[in-house]
């Protein structure tokens, strides 16, 4: 697994979709493609230079978040709607400050970083993602036990995360340890629609049809998110695939 190839991979990827943003699947792409530059500066140790990776993906999740915040409001709230379509406006200009940025900062560090980077051994790498599964079974536990909105969305993040680091280190992981992608999809996917629902009451706040509409919705999003809480601690998913990195 080299290095210099890890870190093309995902650089390319990224800039792949730059040329069409803001157009909605190119954001959507892009700021995944983020998400896995994130996850291999982590595994490469370039952890200094997150934060810059980070603003840039922040911006863009921005635009995707307004993006479907219109596309919902379409048909439901004209007024909401146009104020969505003005702060997207906004949020389209942070975006190509971001990319500028990108272009003279950024991209030159990760480039030069590339040099004097160190593929992590196998422990090394191991280490790495369990401390990343602690992290989410920490979070699972609490939200299990207490399943506010704020917990369910932290377990959200840290499964996104560990199914990124993942995928970037796919080649270097035992087959059994892989096996968890699919499991990570599900739980991310149920507590995604959930959190867009949270986003939706958030927006709603003053309009009872609106609002009711969602809340119902929210209702039963609840009871899958923690039907998913439940057989994560059941199964005892994360200590299986702790096991198997040792």
Do not use: F
């Not at 270097?172 to 999809?185: A, G, N, T």
Request: proline share 3%; glycine share 2%.
């Amino acid at each position: 697994m080299a290095k210099s190839r890890l870190l093309l991979d995902q650089v390319t990827a990224l800039e792949r979709y730059e040329a069409v943003v803001p157009e909605k699947d190119a954001v959507h792409e892009m700021r995944v493609a983020a998400r896995r530059l994130r996850a291999t500066l982590r595994l490469l140790r370039l952890e200094k230079l997150d934060p810059k990776v980070k603003a840039l993906q922040d911006a863009l999740g921005e635009v995707r978040d307004l993006q479907l915040q219109i596309d919902w409001l379409r048909g439901r709230d004209a007024a909401l709607g146009r104020s969505r379509r003005a702060k997207l406006r906004e949020a389209e200009q942070v975006l190509r400050r971001e990319l500028r940025r990108w272009h003279s900062s950024t991209l030159p560090a990760i480039v030069e970083a590339i040099a004097g980077a160190s593929v992590p051994t196998s422990r090394k790498l191991s280490k790495v993602v369990r401390r990343r599964l602690d992290r989410l079974q920490e979070r699972l536990e609490r939200a299990r036990t207490r399943p506010t909105s704020r917990a369910l969305h932290r377990v959200r993040i840290s499964a996104k995360q560990v199914r990124y680091l993942l995928e970037v280190a796919h080649d270097s992981l035992p087959e059994k340890v892989m096996r968890l992608q699919s499991d990570l999809k599900t739980l991310q996917t149920a507590l995604g629609e959930l959190h867009d629902v949270d986003v939706r009451i958030g927006l709603a706040n003053g309009k009872p049809r609106l609002l009711r509409e969602q809340e119902e919705a929210r209702k039963q999003l609840c009871k899958i998110a923690e039907a998913q809480l439940a057989r994560w601690h059941k199964q005892r998913l994360l200590e299986r695939v702790e096991a198997a990195l040792r």
